[in-house]
């Protein structure tokens, strides 16, 4: 209690301007009051609404000032809500309060909270769709010329990327059979302005993207970067044993993604010979459609083993499946790799070779008499778990022409399909 009154004796200067005034309580208690909505189609809320546990960032600036080291008066503070549009400061140092001189300020906030830099730009990365809501980047700076007096700071959320949906259906009705859509060499990287709303992309992050399947197989889901040029761009759609690909340049009316858009593609598979889709086409803030007829483009590779410890992939196999993380491969050790490229496969593990032969790497192949580089499979060995103190040619030579299985991740490697870094191993062929 004594900590109490000597807190109000240090402030007693401040309330009183002289004998006889009021207490003025807003200038003990000047936290900021954040509501917030999401403009247009709210596809990362619930029922029209934010879901518990999300968190917004907010920068109080300058009245009509914009977003810079000399304008910030609170920087980057996270509120989060328990549902609903009220938010709060998620801890006491993130609690933003008005200038206590009443001085007007503006609010600029973005969702998810996450790290921004020193020229306020926010990460974008949208290669990984399992969690739509974490990829949702929504911006907000219609809140302006506030002060202690405001009894709420509304902010106004929009989209600031793009949405994509595929509707999928058959001509003849018939059901589909493990649909997959894979939106191929997409931008899936850049840098969003805090300051300008302005968007960069990473001009070497062109990557597939995996779209997000509904539960009944029907429709697929992304969220991408804002694209003007549409070149180079395609669907690839899976059902059952086939493959279909549909170029986005091929479209008509639609030339470009813009920010705050959906776009819905709905695509009719001709199961028939020969196989072709109709896609009709429109966009997230109504706009016009397209329709394409595709043929079928490729077969489905149906592996032979299961990628487990006791029904490895074949070296077929592993060529085909990637990318593919945790998984068994077995093959032959026919050599090793004198560069960092599959042209520069060796056989040679004689004595006098010896100080040629690198021990970070091995060479796989479906037979034990392989000798093309550009057929064999490459994997990385690391100094963990004995992996290239019991497998690299260049100590156990006796290696050469022994059937293995590893295990890790099967992606690219030496340029082709390899695997980056084996995690374990085991002999089939009986060990030297």
């Not at 917030?36 to 907010?58: F, L």
């Not at 933003?96 to 969702?111: L, M, N, S």
Request: proline residues 6%; glycine residues 8%.
């Amino acid at each position: 209690m004594k900590t109490h009154y000597l807190f109000l004796i240090l402030m007693l200067p401040f309330l009183f301007s002289c004998e006889g005034d009021k207490i003025d309580f807003s200038i003990i208690n000047r936290s900021i009051n954040v509501n917030a909505r999401i403009e247009g189609i709210k596809t990362r809320a619930s029922n029209d609404t934010w879901d518990a546990g999300d968190a917004i960032g907010i920068y109080m600036i300058s009245a009509g000032q914009p977003l810079s080291a000399e304008s910030v008066l609170a920087k980057n503070a996270k509120y989060t809500t328990e549902g609903g549009g009220a938010f709060n400061p998620a801890t006491v140092a993130h609690d933003v309060k008005f200038p206590i001189d009443g001085t007007p300020v503006d609010f600029v906030a973005y969702y998810p909270h996450g790290t921004v830099n020193a020229a306020f730009e926010y990460p974008i990365n949208v290669s990984d769709q399992s969690n739509q809501a974490a990829v949702d980047l929504l911006y907000s700076n219609d809140a302006v010329g506030l002060n202690k007096e405001s009894p709420f700071v509304n902010l106004s959320f929009s989209h600031q990327l793009s949405k994509i949906i595929v509707n999928l259906k058959t001509i003849d009705e018939s059901a589909l059979i493990d649909p997959s859509v894979t939106i191929k060499n997409s931008y899936t990287r850049g840098v969003f302005s805090l300051s300008d709303q302005t968007q960069k992309v990473t001009t070497n992050s062109r990557a597939d993207i995996q779209m997000k399947m509904s539960s009944d197989g029907v429709r697929a889901e992304a969220i991408v970067i804002p694209t003007e040029n549409l070149a180079d761009i395609t669907f690839e759609i899976k059902n059952g044993l086939y493959g279909y690909v549909y170029n986005l340049s091929s479209a008509e009316n639609i030339t470009q993604f813009e920010p705050g858009y959906r776009y819905t593609f709905t695509i009719t598979l001709d199961t028939r010979e020969p196989l072709s889709a109709t896609a009709a086409i429109s966009p997230w803030l109504e706009g016009p459609g397209e329709e394409a007829e595709i043929e079928k483009a490729f077969e489905i590779y149906i592996p032979v083993g299961a990628g487990t410890q006791e029904d490895p992939y074949t070296m077929e196999d592993a060529q085909n499946i990637l990318p593919e993380n945790n998984v068994w491969v077995k093959g032959y050790i026919v050599g090793y790799y004198g560069g960092t490229a599959l042209g520069s496969f060796s056989n040679d593990v004689s004595e006098e070779n010896n100080e040629n032969i690198k021990d970070t790497a091995l060479a796989l192949a479906a037979s034990p008499d392989e000798t093309t580089g550009a057929n064999t499979f490459p994997i990385q060995l690391p100094t963990t778990n004995n992996v290239r103190e019991n497998l690299n040619l260049k100590t156990n030579p006796l290696n050469l022409g022994k059937e293995v299985k590893v295990r890790g991740n099967v992606g690219t490697y030496y340029g082709a399909a390899g695997m980056p870094s084996v995690a374990g191993f085991e002999f089939i062929s009986p060990t030297p």
